[in-house]
Every structure is written in C-alpha cells, then in structure tokens.
C-alpha cells in the first residue's frame, strides 16, 4: 500500500470527488495559485482551473456564505478555512444559516457543503491561532462534526464528508499534514459516525481525536511499562458521537480517560465524560479523567505552551490514577 | 501594479535637512537590521511560530512615530515590530519576545503577532485579519467621548480591506467622525494574492467617499513626503472631526512570513521595486546630495548592528517565563489572587 501524508490523503480525496462530481468545489485563500497554504490542495487548480479552484480574497464571513448559498442551490462546496481560528469570523453563516436553513425551510433545502481546516494548537503561534473548536460547532444541532487522525481516516471520511448531503466541519491540523500511514490505492468510503479503537486493551479506555491520538497512544506505550493495557478510541466523528463504540469498551474496562486538544469547561469531552456516567455508571470503577488544554489562553513561550497542551506523560499520569496504579 | 507617479524624479533636497534625515535614515535602517537579526535566529532555528518582517515598509512606522502626540495610539496587524522599534520600544524586549522570554514586551504571551506596548502608544498587533479595525475606531470613540484630542492610526494591510470587520469599523468611523486615520499599507500582496484578485477595483480610495473619510493615496518612497501626507491626514482627524483613509503603496521584500519562498511574483517586480525602497533611496541621497561619506554609513550601520547584537543576546541569555505565568492575565481577579498568594482558578479543571 502505499505511504501517504494526511496532505496527500486529503488531496486524494478531494480529487477523487472533483473527478467523480462536477458539482464539487474547492474555494477559499490560497487555494488556488498558492497551492494551499499547507499544501492540501496543491496541483488541483492545474487540473480542474479557476472555475472549481477559486481563490478568495480575505473574506470568510463572506466565501463561506457563499458556499451555503451555493450547496442550497445544488453545487457540493468543499470550504477551506486556512485554519479554523478565522472560521470565528464566518461563524454566523455556520450557526445560523448552514446549521439551520435545512430545518427553517421545512426540509425545502439540502446543504451538502464541508468546511475543512486546520484545528487547534499548533506550535508557539498564541491564543489568536491556537484555539480547538470542536466544542464551539458540536454545541448545536444541524450539522455533523469529523476530526482526523490518519492519512487512512482523512481520506475515507472526507470523501464521505463531500458525498454527505448536510453539512459537514471538517478538522484536521497544522502538525499532523505531514503525518505519514497506509492509504490503498483503491476507493474506499468510511462511513460518518463510526470511531476506532487504534489500540486494543483491557485495563482503561482512553478516548480522544485529532491531535489527540498521538498523545493517548504514547501514553498507552508508557503505561505498559506498568503493566496497564489501554484501549485508545480514536472517535473520528464527535458529532454524532459513536456512543456504542465508547461504552462497549469503558463496560469492558470500567474506566475512562480522555485526551484531546481543547479547553476543560463544557464541551466535547465534558458531553462524552457525562455520557459514560450517564449510560455505563454501573461499570465505573473511577470517575472519568479527563487530560485537555488548562483553562487558560494559549501562550506563545514554548515552556509555557508545552505545560498547557496535553502531553503523553500527562496523560499516562491520569490513566495510572484511575487505574489506581501507584505513580 | 504601476504606481501612478513618476517615481525616478529626485525628490527635492531644499527643505531637506540632511541630518533630519539621517535620523529618519537610522530610524528605517534600525528597522531593517531588527528584522534581518530575527530572520537570521528564525533560520537558525532559535526562535519559532510565524514571522512576519516589515522590511520595505519601515518607512511608514518612522513617519508615523515622528508625527505622534502623548496619547495617540496605533493600533496594526501581526506585522508589527516595525512600529515597536519606530515607537521606541527596547529592542531586547522586542527580540526577547519572539524568543518567547519573561523579558519579552508581552512577558511570552503573544510573540510576534501580538505586540502590545501601551506606554509608547502601541495599543497592538493584531492576528486576525481585520478584527482591529472596529477596536481601533472604539479607540477613538473613547477619544472623543472623553474629548482628549488624541488621534488613533490603525494599519492594515490590503488584504485586510475586503473583510466584514474592517467595513463595519470604518463605516462607525465615518458616521461617528472619530479621530481617526486608516492607514492601508498596500504592499500588494496578501500572501501569494495579488491585489487584482482581491478586489475588482485598483485604487482603495474609493471606498473612502462611501464611509465619508477623507482620503490621500502614494507610492511610498520617500520618507519626507510620507511624513508629510501623513501629517494632513492625522492633523484633519484631529482637529476637524475628518476621519481619514490612506492608502500607502508600498512592498515587502521578504515573502509573507519567513515559511513562504515567494515563488508568486518575479525577481524583476522585486527590483522594481527596491529602486523605490525608502531606506535605498535616503542612503544615496545622504551619500549623493549630502557627501556623506562610506565610513560614515558605515559607522551607522555598525552602530545599528551593535544594537541589534545586543538584543539577540539579551533575548538569549534572558529566563523562560515562570510557569505560573501561565496563570495570570486571564482575568483581573488572577494577577490580584496571585498578588495574594493564592492558586489560581481553573475552570473545568
Ligand atoms: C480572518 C483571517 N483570515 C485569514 C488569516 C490568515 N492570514 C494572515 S495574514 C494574511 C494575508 C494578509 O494580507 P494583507 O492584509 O495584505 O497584509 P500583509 O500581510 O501583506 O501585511 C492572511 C490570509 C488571518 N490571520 N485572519
């Protein structure tokens, strides 16, 4: 098989689409003669010109409009955020107008449109350029919500992104473009909704997404030195959430942590963490960890950010105290 | 793009005094060398995140710091160390910033996209396109509220005028005849977009009738004029109640920010444009009509160099930020708890 980046993975992704749906569209900064500012779309405007590579000014209130606009008169948009942090500026068309036209109309209109871009921290850029927003759009109804891990995953969910007819934020990050893994050469479609267990286990379940996989199968590693097996969830989709998925394994290890990039109060892993005591209380043997951001605004010193971002050691930490392990 | 005056006429050297402009000279050049010595620690690894340098611009953050009044304020992008130098920030503290140490200008908070220095009337550098603009105007809705006579300048580059922020903050500005200036700095490029594909129209200043602002527009190449021009738009904010937009053509030499090779535009365009460079150009009018001498220029430069050496190894030899800072800041309530010796609150935590 061969060894793609998750860049790569997307870009075969979203060619693929292009190629099978002449409705489908890439639009947003550097996009096009740019290649993309991480490279994602790179070579696409060669293939398929402006007309379905379109560079946008500075504008993302408006292009993203514009996008919704479009999927509700039939065209399948592919949105670039060149990184979520300035999706906060057109986060009006998400919430009130992609999220709820579908539903406003009656069910007169479809939105099959993704916005997809980098999510969360990256390395020493500060609290304007350092946020997760996981827990901003999978706070309300109207949309689905994927966070990616994989060049596998990337690509499978996107192209599933791109076919879904709603829709669709789509993270992915600023680090992890470069990660490499197994991609095969023949279509393949993973399915919306659908999490993975990366690493199988008995002693603890640790569920976490995007940046978060990295950490939660690092600290998996160290914990084996203690003889703790985890089971490492990699969600993929937060909205909706593969609940079956996550109880069947914290019913079988009676224990949670989670590990994700993000702020503590409210959110994803707050949902996910009342979930577990709500729907598996009678299997838990400790109360659900969970390992995040510290509820502070990122900073840009290194020593500083490396304390706020979830480490794996951090982690093994939180995995080792509910599994009562003495550390 | 062409600009739209005869640019190879030498600018007039009555009125010129050649050793206000070797201070002005010296100002850019400090500028300049502030931003090579950070590009040089960039590439050599030592400090991090995105970098974006001024260099072919420092024209407009000397004209601007030469025209402010105690209590005026600029407000501007992430490409802000331009103004931190011109205002007479420390450039250790400059430098020490982008290392991301305790002594740096925001204590490591912020980096180079985040210049704050209140007391030398730089009231930011802002990371989101745009998103300063109505803050700006807000500056100067105070300005008049409280009737301090103070003019705020806010920069923004022209990628920032074709977002929603930026309208609305000039349009508030206009109909509330705020004190204050819009300054676009069109160095015609916003990352690899040429203006031409940012905007249907090529001259900015036509968005200043709309919003009821006053408008000039240059190619910057000269530091007098644009001191000059400068001052007509700051002194009708001020005294007149005439917001004004300014547009300032102009280039930057280095890609977007230190990850981009700049493969969007051509070596000629490139040379092209340093002939216009303001810093080139005041060189050879102190070595052409002033016969200033090599070894003086030199001597400058060695000087400016000293300086910059010195901040590179203060921000070297300077302490991380403790870890408790991390703490602070957030709210009011942190640095008072802190003060008192108690542990910080953490929400969710
Ligand atoms: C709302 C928003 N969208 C995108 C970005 C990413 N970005 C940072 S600078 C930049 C280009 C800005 O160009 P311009 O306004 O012309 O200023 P210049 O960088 O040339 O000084 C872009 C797209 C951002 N910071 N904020």
């Known amino acids: 098989m061969p060894l793609l980046q998750i860049r790569e993975a997307l870009r075969a992704a979203i060619d693929e689409e292009m190629g099978r749906d002449d409705r489908v569209f890439v639009m947003g900064e550097e996009v096009g003669y740019y290649d993309g500012a991480y490279k994602v779309t790179e070579g696409l405007l060669k293939k398929y010109g402006e007309k379905r590579v379109v560079d946008t000014p500075i504008a993302e209130a408006g292009f993203a409009g514009v996008g919704v606009g479009a999927a509700m008169a039939g065209l399948r948009p592919i949105i670039e955020f060149m990184t979520f942090n300035f999706s906060a500026v057109a986060f009006d068309q998400i919430l009130n107008n992609a999220a709820k036209l579908r539903h406003l109309s009656n069910g007169q209109f479809t939105l099959p449109i993704v916005f997809r871009g980098p999510n969360a921290a990256a390395h020493m850029l500060s609290s304007t350029h350092s946020q997760a927003f996981e827990s901003f759009y999978c706070g309300f109804p109207g949309v689905k919500v994927i966070s990616v891990a994989t060049p596998y995953d990337a690509k499978g969910l996107l192209k599933s992104a791109i076919r879904d007819d709603n829709p669709v934020i789509f993270f992915e990050s600023e680090v992890m473009y470069s990660v490499k893994g197994e991609v095969p050469d023949e279509e393949y479609l993973i399915p919306i909704g659908k999490a993975d267990i990366k690493r199988p286990g008995d002693d603890v379940t640790v569920i976490t997404w995007g940046q978060g996989v990295a950490v939660a199968l690092a600290a998996a590693q160290l914990c084996e030195a203690d003889g703790l097996q985890c089971e490492v969830i990699d969600l993929r989709t937060l909205r909706p959430l593969d609940d079956e998925a996550v109880l069947t394994s914290v019913r079988k290890t009676n224990r949670a942590v989670l590990v994700y990039h993000g702020w503590p109060y409210g959110g994803t892993g707050a949902e996910i963490s009342d979930r577990i005591q709500r729907l598996a209380f009678d299997h838990l043997d400790a109360p659900v960890e969970r390992v995040c951001y510290e509820d502070v605004n990122m900073p840009y010193a290194e020593n500083l950010e490396n304390l706020v971002i979830p480490s794996p050691e951090r982690a093994a930490e939180a995995i080792k105290r509910i599994a009562y392990v003495r550390v | 793009m062409s600009p739209p005056s005869a640019e190879t006429s030498p600018a007039p050297v009555a009125g010129r005094d050649p050793d206000e402009l070797r201070r002005l000279y010296t100002q850019m050049l400090r500028i300049r060398r502030f931003e090579e010595a950070a590009a040089r620690a960039y590439t050599q690894g030592k400090i991090s995140g995105f970098l974006h340098l001024y260099i072919g611009q420092e024209a407009i953050a000397v004209s601007t710091a030469e025209l402010m009044k105690p209590g005026d304020r600029v407000v501007t992008t992430y490409r802000d160390h331009g103004f931190a130098v011109a205002l007479g920030c420390d450039t250790g503290a400059c430098m020490a910033e982008l290392y991301g140490k305790k002594t740096g200008l925001v204590g490591g908070n912020g980096g180079s996209m985040h210049f704050f220095a209140k007391d030398h009337g730089l009231w930011g550098g802002y990371a989101i396109v745009g998103g300063h603009v109505p803050v700006a105007a807000g500056h100067a809705f105070a300005s008049k509220y409280l009737g301090d006579g103070?003019?705020?300048?806010?920069?923004?580059?022209?990628?920032?005028?074709?977002?929603g922020a930026t309208h609305e903050g000039m349009h508030l500005a206009g109909l509330w005849r705020l004190p204050i200036v819009f300054v676009i700095e069109n160095n015609q490029y916003a990352m690899g977009t040429p203006l031409r594909r940012q905007t249907a129209v090529d001259d900015l200043t036509v968005r200043a009738p709309s919003y009821r602002l006053t408008s000039d527009r240059w190619v910057v190449r000269d530091v007098f004029e644009t001191r000059a021009r400068l001052a007509k738009a700051?002194?009708?904010?001020?005294?007149?109640?005439?917001?004004?937009?300014?547009?300032?053509?102009?280039?930057?030499?280095?890609?977007?920010?230190?990850?981009?090779?700049?493969?969007?535009?051509?070596?000629?365009e490139v040379e092209q444009w340093k002939e216009r460079d303001p810093l080139f150009r005041a060189e050879a009018e102190l070595r052409g009509q002033h016969g200033m001498s090599e070894e003086d220029l030199e001597a400058i430069d060695e000087t400016v160099w000293g300086e910059m050496d010195d901040a590179v190894r203060f921000a070297e030899q300077s302490p991380h930020p403790e870890p408790e800072h991390r703490f602070l800041g957030h709210l009011v309530e942190d640095d008072l708890a802190a003060a008192a010796g108690h542990e910080p609150v953490q929400e969710g935590n």
């Open chain 2, 234 to 268: 700051i002194d009708r904010a001020r005294n007149d109640e005439q917001p004004g937009l300014v547009e300032l053509l102009t280039y930057r030499f280095r890609g977007h920010s230190m990850s981009d090779p700049g493969k969007y535009r051509t070596k000629d």
């Open chain 2, 150 to 163: 103070a003019v705020t300048l806010c920069f923004l580059g022209e990628g920032a005028m074709h977002i």
